[in-house]
């Protein structure tokens, strides 16, 4: 599978509770880019990772959110506590040269 | 500040009627202006990048063109198949790596 695993497709939960989201990128690329589509809006970057390393997470709420890309594994996007206004679709994509951003198919949180 | 404004929001065709779709951008330096698809409950998929004012890129029924104020992507002849919300991205030269700041997307529907 030479494409971008997201991992769950659909998560749901309740207020307060963590949700982890999984991304393993285009086979052999190390660097991995979090995106956020609430509805009605367009896609905001969030964070860039190179492999045990957080390149730019400028786009990342200061509090609640983490994310990290480990030496083996996919990388995680975790949002601790979670409330209502973090449901959103949230995809990860990896970058070909002169081809732009693979996307995954996303993971739709909805918080209830 | 680096923004991306698409217009129209949403744009209704009958199948064979021929339109444009707009991107206006305003960056601090741009190292790529990007066009995407995005079908419902998918991940955006890459149609083009363009670099300089007065480049033109193909692609089956859509060419997409760029000036230093904005892009359009022009779309001939469309099929019910083209149905989809088109998104427009820049890549400033402010955004670390290849992060990029997205437009809200036109939504297109062409009916038989």
């Known amino acids: 599978n030479a494409g971008v695993m997201q991992n769950p497709r659909h998560l749901v939960r309740r207020r307060g509770q963590e949700a982890r989201l999984r991304c393993s990128p285009v086979k052999g690329h190390s660097h991995v880019y979090w995106y956020r589509q609430l509805p009605e809006e367009g896609l905001k970057f969030m964070v860039y990772?190179?492999?045990?390393?957080?390149?730019?997470e400028s786009g990342m709420p200061k509090e609640r959110f983490s994310a990290e890309f480990p030496k083996e594994g996919p990388s995680i996007l975790r949002i601790q506590q979670v409330v209502r206004g973090d449901s959103a679709a949230y995809f990860c994509?990896?970058?070909?040269?002169?081809?732009?951003?693979?996307f995954g198919s996303g993971t739709r949180l909805t918080v209830v | 500040e680096d923004q991306v404004t698409q217009s129209p929001e949403a744009l209704r065709l009958q199948e064979g009627e021929s339109s444009s779709l707009n991107c206006s951008y305003t960056v601090s330096g741009l190292r790529g202006l990007f066009w995407y698809r995005q079908d419902p409950g998918k991940g955006p998929e890459f149609l083009f990048t363009?670099?300089?004012a007065g480049e033109e890129k193909e692609k089956e029924r859509l060419k997409a063109t760029l000036t230093k104020k904005e892009s359009f992507l022009h779309i001939t002849a469309p099929k019910p198949e083209d149905s989809a919300t088109y998104l427009c991205?820049?890549?400033?030269?402010?955004?670390?790596?290849?992060?990029?700041?997205f437009g809200k997307g036109t939504s297109l529907l062409v009916t038989p």
């Open positions: 990772l190179q492999k045990e390393n957080i390149i730019d």
């Open positions: 991205a820049v890549r400033p030269n402010s955004n670390s790596g290849y992060a990029l700041n």
């Open positions: 994509a990896s970058v070909t040269a002169g081809l732009g951003y693979t």
């Open positions: 363009l670099y300089s």
